[in-house]
């Protein structure tokens, strides 16, 4: 999780391929995001495209696409096997990373729609960042609108399918956009870990709906087994779910519209600096302390004995 090697050549050709296998990804990361908890809206259609019976069918087509192509894809490279196995596991177990993860892509390379093959590493993932930066800033502004129906619009969205509806795909839209750039942000960044440590809110926009969506599930599926009060208190445990996710959303834009803005985004950083500054002089400060307190400590034993034996 912390680099990645982009040793050996550029993988060549395959662009059609990756492309179509970009869409696929995002076709089986749209229709999860359609299924998922986002806020208070949308229930009634993702209880009725939950009873699809074509909706398996597509989410197993897609996942089998994923995995015909990920074998086929393990004697296109020339890499170890080792490495090839573990992309086709990752494909296999969550397959919208197909969009950034290949058997027959060398780790450490990312194809990018209109630029191609791209080593991953600090110049990729600066790039990326600054093609994302203004889109993401307009798919974050969405939240406002949302918000607004959700917190003014109360019963209004119950009497109102199609603006429920329209509320419900929105925030599915932001998920999506979110899921997207982050995914592609850390395929390109060269620490992963660190990326996700710095941008952890990005990771719990993410993950709050899928969350949200594994307990309700739960307790429907287990609803005959247990009390309605239990119910109940999943669905109040769902709208901390949706309070926690608007709020990481809030954060977000704010911190993406403060980078927006050159000016503001020094000051913070400037903000930020002094405080680990002062918070790195108190550290030195106590490891002094601790220092001069081991060294008091440290005095040689041999010597106090001898000296005991001396008065002795």
Same mark, same amino acid.
């Given at each position: 999780m912390t680099s990645v090697s982009t040793s050996g050549p550029a993988p060549q050709g395959g662009e059609f391929r990756h492309a179509f296998m970009l869409l696929v990804a995002l076709a089986f990361l749209t229709t999860v995001g359609l299924l998922l908890p986002h806020g208070d809206?949308?229930?009634? #259609?993702?209880? =009725? @495209?939950?009873?699809?019976? /074509? @909706? $398996?069918?597509? !989410?197993?087509? +897609? *996942? /089998?696409?994923?995995? #015909?192509? /990920? +074998? %086929?894809?393990?004697? #296109? &490279?020339?890499? %170890? *096997? $080792?490495? $090839?196995?573990?992309? +086709? #596991?990752? &494909? @296999?177990?969550?397959?919208? !990373? $197909?969009?950034?993860?290949? &058997?027959?892509?060398?780790?450490? =390379?990312? *194809? +990018?729609? /209109?630029?191609g093959w791209r080593r991953a590493g600090e110049e990729t993932s600066e790039k990326l960042e600054q093609k994302l930066a203004l889109p993401m800033v307009v798919l974050t502004l969405l939240v406002l609108p949302v918000l607004g129906a959700e917190l003014t619009g109360g019963e209004t969205l119950d009497n109102h399918p199609r603006l429920a509806l329209a509320t419900h795909l929105t925030t599915c839209v932001i998920w999506i956009g979110f899921t997207v750039e982050f995914v592609w942000m850390v395929a390109a960044a060269p620490n992963k870990l660190a990326y996700c440590l710095k941008h952890w809110i990005n990771l719990v926009i993410i993950l709050v709906p899928l969350v949200a969506f594994l307990r309700v599930l739960s307790a429907f599926r287990f609803a005959r087994m247990i009390r309605a009060g239990k119910l109940l208190r999943a669905y109040r445990l769902r709208g901390l779910w949706s309070r926690l996710w608007r709020l990481a959303l809030l954060f977000n834009l704010f911190d993406r519209l403060q980078q927006r803005d050159p000016a503001k985004y020094c000051a913070a950083l400037e903000k930020k600096i002094a405080d680990l500054e002062e918070e790195l002089a108190e550290l030195r400060i106590k490891l002094a302390e601790h220092r001069s307190k081991a060294s008091a400590d440290s005095i040689d034993p041999a010597g106090i004995q001898e000296g005991g034996h001396g008065q002795g």
């Amino acid at each position: 999780m912390t680099s990645v090697s982009t040793s050996g050549p550029a993988p060549q050709g395959g662009e059609f391929r990756h492309a179509f296998m970009l869409l696929v990804a995002l076709a089986f990361l749209t229709t999860v995001g359609l299924l998922l908890p986002h806020g208070d809206s949308g229930d009634d #259609f993702r209880d =009725w @495209l939950m009873a699809r019976p /074509g @909706l $398996r069918s597509l !989410l197993g087509g +897609l *996942w /089998g696409i994923v995995a #015909f192509e /990920g +074998l %086929a894809g393990l004697f #296109f &490279t020339q890499d %170890a *096997w $080792r490495a $090839r196995l573990r992309r +086709l #596991f990752l &494909t @296999l177990l969550i397959p919208p !990373l $197909r969009m950034v993860v290949a &058997t027959s892509k060398p780790d450490g =390379w990312l *194809w +990018l729609p /209109g630029a191609g093959w791209r080593r991953a590493g600090e110049e990729t993932s600066e790039k990326l960042e600054q093609k994302l930066a203004l889109p993401m800033v307009v798919l974050t502004l969405l939240v406002l609108p949302v918000l607004g129906a959700e917190l003014t619009g109360g019963e209004t969205l119950d009497n109102h399918p199609r603006l429920a509806l329209a509320t419900h795909l929105t925030t599915c839209v932001i998920w999506i956009g979110f899921t997207v750039e982050f995914v592609w942000m850390v395929a390109a960044a060269p620490n992963k870990l660190a990326y996700c440590l710095k941008h952890w809110i990005n990771l719990v926009i993410i993950l709050v709906p899928l969350v949200a969506f594994l307990r309700v599930l739960s307790a429907f599926r287990f609803a005959r087994m247990i009390r309605a009060g239990k119910l109940l208190r999943a669905y109040r445990l769902r709208g901390l779910w949706s309070r926690l996710w608007r709020l990481a959303l809030l954060f977000n834009l704010f911190d993406r519209l403060q980078q927006r803005d050159p000016a503001k985004y020094c000051a913070a950083l400037e903000k930020k600096i002094a405080d680990l500054e002062e918070e790195l002089a108190e550290l030195r400060i106590k490891l002094a302390e601790h220092r001069s307190k081991a060294s008091a400590d440290s005095i040689d034993p041999a010597g106090i004995q001898e000296g005991g034996h001396g008065q002795g």
